[in-house]
């Protein structure tokens, strides 16, 4: 079955850090890019982070740089999206995509709630 699961998300104090897991399987994961987005209440959905397939090379929303660090295990098949110093707004539901070559494939997210 071709599917992403997202998974590590919970309720986590104000400076505080997690870590999200996003597991693929049913296609070869190393060579497609993945990326991790966010959906916060009443608000449209965001790309956070992006790592390619090929370099690993990385990308970051403006809002997260320095905070956030995205990686992937290709023996694993897994992305993770390693949050530190989290602040209120980071709250949403993360949702973790896969780029692959016809269309994208999404999970179906992850609550990050940041609240003291």
């Known amino acids: 079955q071709v599917q992403v699961v997202e998974s590590g998300g919970g309720l986590v104090q104000p400076g505080g850090s997690l870590t999200l897991s996003c597991a693929a399987s049913g296609f070869t994961f190393s060579s497609y890019g993945m990326s991790w987005y966010r959906q916060a209440p009443g608000k449209e959905r965001e790309l956070v982070a992006t790592?390619?397939?090929?370099?690993?090379?990385?990308n970051y929303a403006d809002s997260v740089k320095g905070r956030f660090t995205i990686s992937r295990d290709n023996a694993k098949n897994t992305v993770y999206l390693q949050m530190s110093s989290l602040k209120p707004e980071d709250t949403a539901v993360y949702y973790c995509?896969?780029?692959?070559?016809?269309?994208?494939?999404w999970g179906q997210g992850t609550q990050v709630t940041v609240s003291s």
């Open positions: 790592i390619t397939s090929s370099d690993g090379s990385t």
């Open positions: 995509k896969a780029h692959l070559r016809y269309y994208s494939l």
